[in-house]
């Protein structure tokens, strides 16, 4: 005779005594401390990297900003340059010379400008550099033909965007870094201008 507490049937299982099958029941208490741990891990480790990323979103929000005003003062000084006469342009043989003719050729053909775009949006401690050169080929004494190059120079989160590091509008050793002799900065635009007959 079979015992009351064991069941017949054909699955294996259902066959265990109601003692055995009470056992391996699932608990209906809740969650383990494992799992738990394992949840506020997850839990913790996402909010974090969300954090982290809304906080590199908002900078990079605020680098194109400040990009965008530096462009449009580059663009608006471009285009004010690009419709002087050529006359005007090419003062001395180094050109554009606004600082003392005792400085290097290099540095007498550059000016600053302070860095304001159109709605006179304006970025602290930022200028544009202009530097205007005879084109390639041409005489230094009387081209016909001139580059012009405008440069924005500024600071964000303490890193100095641009060739002129310390933003003077001046060309000092190590800050042109591809030698090129032009202010490079990820906001800048060029132009080449010719004599009017």
């Not at 699955?11 to 099958?21: D, I, N």
């Amino acid at each position: 005779m079979k015992n009351r507490d064991t069941l017949a049937s054909p699955f294996p299982e259902a066959s265990l005594s109601v003692s055995a099958r009470e056992r391996r029941r699932p608990s209906e208490g809740g969650m383990t401390l494992v799992e738990v741990l394992i949840g506020t891990m997850l839990l913790v480790g996402g909010g974090g990297a969300l954090l982290v990323g809304m906080q590199q979103a908002t900078n990079h929000a605020d680098y194109l900003s400040q990009f965008q005003i530096a462009m449009q003062a580059a663009q608006g000084e471009l285009d004010r340059l690009a419709s002087t006469d050529f006359d005007t342009l090419l003062t001395t043989d180094c050109a554009y010379s606004l600082a003392p003719a005792s400085l290097p050729c290099a540095n007498r053909g550059i000016r600053t400008v302070t860095l304001a775009n159109r709605s006179a949006q304006e970025i602290a401690g930022a200028l544009l550099t202009v530097q205007i050169k005879p084109a390639p080929g041409e005489s230094p004494s009387a081209p016909s033909l001139l580059d012009i190059h405008v440069a924005a120079c500024w600071r964000f989160h303490g890193r100095a965007l641009g060739d002129n590091r310390n933003c003077n509008g001046q060309m000092e050793v190590g800050e042109d870094a591809d030698g090129d002799g032009w202010f490079d900065s990820p906001a800048m635009v060029s132009t080449r201008v010719g004599r009017r007959l």
